[in-house]
């Protein structure tokens, strides 16, 4: 590509987190990915993990300032003031770019909208913080075929899940300062959105509102450039109900392989916006109002 790409979906793999699961970074944010610190069953092992994994980016990015950033990853948020503690530490200690949060917590069904977690978006939003949502499984593992495996189906229908449940208690519509990042095009939202809205119980205000939640998301297209995709979110930013610069370039290497990654990067140079400043926007220039220190190491010229 000859416009710069600044990559919100990279993952990084560190030994220390390789018993578990893998670790993950980002050229311009590192994180856990899933199942993230949660997968240490002691709270003690689960905070200790995570701020080891944060000081560990935290290295990354100071020793090459110019190629990364990192999300801090938290200890699980069922562990409600260990997780407040972690975003403190991350973000005035080690000036992480933002946070990763996961799509689902603990034994049960809490999804990030669920009312226990209302202090820590509270927090999350009084920091104005940029946070980065990333599927982790349901509470059933259960595979319906072996062939499909999470990341086909299941990952985009956990990011659905828990979008929903944001909109659908307000969480999203009601704290207007926070930045929240969808992986991979918000999994099936786009395509969806209009349905839960409009079958809404409670009138045509509230529907509104839950459409506002979706135009506050932001989105990012790791594995998701297809002209398919990228029309749907084309068509939303037309029509009004996403803004034009809600919308970030992502890989998911390595997770994603070089050859996915192949046929599907080439689609933002392919794909025929009818305004070239939203391929640029996609590319780079969102990620620059995220996140502004990163302009000084990108050339356009």
């Known amino acids: 590509m000859s416009r710069p790409l600044i990559d919100t979906h990279h993952h990084w793999v560190k030994d220390f987190y390789t018993k578990g699961r893998t670790y993950h970074c980002m050229n311009i944010v590192h994180k856990l990915t899933a199942p993230g610190a949660c997968i240490v069953k002691s709270r003690e092992g689960r905070s200790k993990l995570a701020r080891q994994a944060n000081e560990y980016c935290a290295k990354i990015r100071d020793a090459e300032p110019d190629k990364y950033g990192f999300f801090a990853s938290l200890p699980s948020l069922m562990d409600k003031q260990d997780a407040l503690d972690e975003i403190a530490y991350a973000l005035d200690t080690l000036k992480a770019d933002g946070i990763t949060l996961f799509t689902r917590y603990g034994q049960d069904n809490h999804y990030l909208g669920h009312p226990d977690f209302k202090e820590i978006w509270d927090e999350l939003d009084r920091r104005e913080a940029v946070v980065f949502v990333h599927p982790t499984h349901p509470v059933d593992t259960h595979l319906v075929n072996p062939e499909m495996l999470q990341p086909m189906l299941v990952y985009p229908f956990e990011t659905t899940q828990t979008a929903v449940d944001m909109?659908?208690?307000?969480?999203?519509?009601?704290?207007?300062?926070?930045?929240?990042?969808?992986?991979?095009?918000?999994?099936?939202?786009?395509?969806?959105?209009t349905r839960p809205a409009s079958i809404w119980p409670n009138g045509s205000d509230e529907q509104k509102k839950f459409l506002d939640g979706f135009k506050r998301f932001y989105y990012d297209t790791a594995i998701s450039l297809s002209p398919s995709v990228l029309g749907l979110l084309e068509g939303f930013v037309k029509s009004g109900h996403l803004e034009a610069d809600h919308v970030l370039f992502g890989s998911d290497y390595p997770y994603?392989?070089?050859?996915?990654?192949?046929?599907?990067?080439?689609?933002?140079?392919?794909?025929?916006?009818?305004?070239s400043e939203l391929m640029d926007g996609i590319a780079y220039k969102n990620a620059l109002k995220l996140f502004p220190s990163l302009a000084q190491y990108i050339k356009t010229e």
């Open 256 to 275: 994603a392989s070089q050859t996915i990654i192949a046929n599907h990067t080439p689609g933002l140079e392919s794909y025929s916006f009818e305004k």
């Open 167 to 193: 909109m659908l208690n307000g969480v999203i519509q009601s704290h207007r300062k926070v930045k929240v990042i969808l992986s991979r095009a918000g999994g099936m939202l786009p395509w969806i959105v």
